[in-house]
């Protein structure tokens, strides 16, 4: 039953966040009133599309080659993102180990498995760029 209970409420407070980031649909009407993509948000648009291309062109030209440019922004984006998505799956892992495996040892093992996964898979992520920069400006010249 309790399995049920927190599963419910890991659903609902997915839901309640994914709604706060799904954009607005825009309809075309007979009236400019409302919905509308406004000049501003055009504008926005196009600044963050300059701003990912800047910074992939300051990469290939710190790298000296397109493929080590990208490749290092590809990691540098992973490096980021994975901070999150890590933080989510350590915080899973330690309910399964330290509440809900206070009665059932085999989810224990489970929440400890997840633990141990996602802290490795957060050093990588974030030791990867390093040792990419090592290689790459290092021994490569």
Request: some cysteine; hydrophobic content about 50%; glycine content about 8%.
């Given at each position: 039953m309790?399995?049920?209970l927190v599963g419910c409420i890991i659903i609902?407070?997915?839901l309640v966040i994914g709604m706060a980031f799904l954009p607005q649909p825009i309809f075309a009407t007979?009236?400019?009133s409302t919905n509308v993509l406004s000049a501003n948000q055009n504008g926005e648009l196009t600044s963050m599309k300059d701003k990912a291309s800047q910074e992939l062109q300051d990469y290939t030209d710190r790298y000296g080659s397109e493929t080590y440019g990208f490749t290092a922004y590809i990691l540098n984006k992973v490096r980021i993102y994975s901070i999150p998505f890590c933080f989510v799956g350590i915080a899973?892992?330690?309910i399964y180990?330290?509440?809900i495996g206070i009665r059932k040892l085999d989810v224990r093992d489970k929440g400890f498995s997840l633990l141990?996964?996602?802290v490795t898979i957060l050093i990588i992520c974030q030791?990867?760029?390093l040792i990419f920069a090592i290689v790459?400006?290092?021994w490569r010249g």
């Amino acid at each position: 039953m309790k399995k049920v209970l927190v599963g419910c409420i890991i659903i609902f407070a997915v839901l309640v966040i994914g709604m706060a980031f799904l954009p607005q649909p825009i309809f075309a009407t007979a009236d400019n009133s409302t919905n509308v993509l406004s000049a501003n948000q055009n504008g926005e648009l196009t600044s963050m599309k300059d701003k990912a291309s800047q910074e992939l062109q300051d990469y290939t030209d710190r790298y000296g080659s397109e493929t080590y440019g990208f490749t290092a922004y590809i990691l540098n984006k992973v490096r980021i993102y994975s901070i999150p998505f890590c933080f989510v799956g350590i915080a899973i892992g330690a309910i399964y180990q330290y509440v809900i495996g206070i009665r059932k040892l085999d989810v224990r093992d489970k929440g400890f498995s997840l633990l141990i996964a996602f802290v490795t898979i957060l050093i990588i992520c974030q030791v990867l760029p390093l040792i990419f920069a090592i290689v790459v400006k290092g021994w490569r010249g």
